[in-house]
């Protein structure tokens, strides 16, 4: 039997999310208006893409080769990750395309949207998890150890293109999802392909992420090398690239419009991904000492509560004009 890596901090989080998660299955049963395809979608996301990726990367740094990562054991692992790892990550991609879907605006910016959100999230859980190094049945190990190569630029002992991959992570299985909903869709919500696309965008999505196309994203590969600071380059650029989508989607093509409410008791789990995520990642920051992430942790809370307070300040404010409209 394997060894089981039983540090309290570490079962709190993995408690945390798997708790956010049931909760989020109920509502997705609750309110959506197919839930077993989107529960198809999770089951995608997590399994067959999240899971398999990440156990790929770890597997090569348990081969001692530079430039991978590895995670210390939990309770419920799929092979060398913990269960809750690819479950938080298609939590926020989940909950991203959800508010999405509240307003109008062309499929096309949304895996540009969901990219930039899953980045910025992405800078309020990794910095802690790097940090949190325990002495285990392993050995001296952290919640996630990364093993750069020498030479290349990191933040905070990890890769800059780290970061960066969260945008095309996010970005090819959003892409796809949204490709089989149309087909979906097209096909008068055929059962058989209602189960289908979800695996196969998927599997599709993951194909993308092991092609040289995600090198070209990190630090324009084959062009350049990894150890070069056009990892930077395109961390920047393409940030600015999926802000200025994000700009041009509320800017020019929404219609100022809500097409369903938003509500902090019946969307709880929404929120909580969002805001109560960060909030958790930032007080075990503090508790561990570790001062010298703080600041882009409480940064990456910061944006995220600026997107949620916006988009749901903003619904509120059109529903009650609504209602008073209606009334009057």
């Not at 949190?132 to 933040?155: D, M, N």
């Not at 929404?254 to 805001?275: A, E, G």
């Not at 903003?314 to 009334?327: A, D, I, R, S, Y």
């Amino acid at each position: 039997m394997e060894n089981i890596t039983l540090v309290p901090v570490w079962l709190i989080q993995d408690i945390l999310v798997l708790i956010i998660a049931t909760l989020m299955i109920f509502y997705i049963i609750n309110n959506e208006e197919r839930p077993k395809i989107v529960l198809m979608q999770f089951i995608g996301f997590v399994f067959f893409y999240a899971a398999a990726f990440e156990n790929v990367a770890v597997s090569m740094g348990l081969m001692g080769n530079e430039g991978f990562y590895a995670y210390g054991r939990s309770i419920l692992m799929i092979f060398n990750i913990p269960l809750t790892v690819p479950i938080i990550e298609f939590l926020i991609v989940y909950s991203t395309l959800r508010v999405l879907k509240t307003i109008n605006i062309p499929s096309w910016t949304k895996p540009f949207i969901t990219g930039l959100s899953a980045m910025i999230f992405d800078f309020s859980l990794d910095p802690v998890a790097v940090k949190q190094i325990f002495q285990t049945s392993e050995g001296i190990i952290a919640r996630w150890s990364y093993y750069p190569i020498p030479g290349e630029p990191v933040i905070y002992g990890e890769p800059v293109m780290n970061f960066t991959g969260w945008i095309y992570i996010a970005g090819y299985w959003t892409a796809f999802i949204l490709i089989g909903e149309w087909w979906h869709k097209k096909k008068g919500y055929n059962n058989l392909i209602g189960y289908i696309y979800p695996i196969l965008a998927s599997i599709l999505s993951l194909v993308c992420l092991v092609s040289p196309l995600s090198n070209f994203f990190n630090f324009m590969g084959p062009f350049f090398p990894r150890t070069s600071n056009m990892q930077w380059v395109m961390l920047i650029a393409l940030s600015v690239i999926t802000v200025g989508v994000l700009v041009l989607a509320l800017v020019k093509f929404w219609d100022r419009r809500f097409v369903s409410t938003l509500n902090y008791k019946k969307d709880f789990p929404i929120m909580f991904t969002f805001l109560g995520f960060p909030l958790a990642n930032t007080l075990f920051c503090v508790i561990g000492g570790y001062m010298e992430v703080l600041w882009l942790v409480i940064l990456a809370e910061l944006l995220l509560l600026l997107g949620w307070c916006g988009i749901y300040i903003l619904n509120k404010k059109f529903f009650l004009k609504n209602e008073v409209l209606q009334t009057s």
